[in-house]
């Protein structure tokens, strides 16, 4: 089946910007949601359809699909953007969501 | 406000039927898809299926065997059923609202989750 590639680790300093990769079986004409991922909590959209913030997302927050990469960006980032990050695709050739194995954001 | 909660049972006996309900507050049925996705520990999200607005299906290939999802608009919940349980289904299990399918699909409320272990 088609597989979502993510980052296992990704660190940043606060204030500093992030940016988590996503790389797929041709990410060209698909689209690609993000998930934020706290211990004990459930996931929170952090953007969808490649580039849509929804709106109680901060603004720092911003996404691109290059057609080889997907890529979440976080600037300005703060302690409480730590978390894990998971991207999402849909697969047509196995007609089924697929999800990255997740990247855990740190802010050193 | 949008909300889901997950209930069943936590602890499910091997080769037994995993049952799992998902309670909707806030929101109508209409016009979207109730998805199931599960987390085994210490791993990545698995997409389970979803239960349309209209009662219509979609599964995950792999498991599309052993599932059913179904709605009931009387009690605003979906469930799901996953039969010959095995320890590979220990997980957390998150229900949630499909905002589209195929192509555009996401997610954008989430219940909080429920352990399920698989072991006699």
């Known amino acids: 089946s088609s597989e979502l590639i993510q980052p296992p680790s990704v660190s940043v300093s606060p204030g500093q910007t992030a940016s988590i990769s996503c790389s797929g079986d041709?990410?060209?004409?698909?689209?690609v949601s993000w998930y934020q991922k706290k211990p004990g909590q459930s996931p929170v959209l952090s953007m969808y359809?490649?580039?849509k913030r929804p709106s109680e997302i901060p603004e720092r927050f911003s996404g691109s699909n290059s057609g080889k990469t997907a890529t979440l960006t976080i600037r300005e980032t703060q302690a409480m953007d730590e978390a894990e990050y998971y991207c999402?695709?849909?697969?047509?050739?196995?007609?089924?969501?697929?999800f990255g194995g997740g990247t855990k954001l740190t802010v050193l | 406000q949008v909300q889901l909660q997950e209930s069943g049972p936590g602890l499910v006996k091997p080769s037994e039927t995993l049952a799992l309900t998902c309670t909707v507050s806030?929101?109508?049925?209409?016009?979207?898809?109730w998805a199931w996705i599960r987390q085994p520990p210490g791993k990545g999200l698995e997409w389970l299926g979803y239960?349309?607005?209209?009662?219509?299906?979609s599964y995950e290939p792999s498991l599309k065997s052993r599932l059913t999802m179904s709605l009931d608009r009387s009690k605003n919940q979906f469930s799901l059923k996953l039969t010959s349980a095995t320890a590979a289904d220990t997980s957390l299990y998150f229900c949630?609202?499909?905002?589209?399918?195929?192509?555009?699909?996401?997610?954008?409320?989430w219940g909080q989750g429920i352990l399920v272990s698989v072991s006699s």
């Open positions: 999402q695709a849909w697969d047509s050739r196995n007609a089924t969501v697929i």
């Open positions: 041709n990410l060209r004409g698909k689209y």
């Open positions: 239960v349309s607005y209209s009662g219509s299906t």
């Open positions: 949630a609202r499909q905002k589209e399918r195929g192509l555009r699909t996401f997610f954008d409320y």
């Open positions: 359809q490649d580039n």
């Open positions: 806030g929101a109508s049925f209409d016009n979207y898809y």
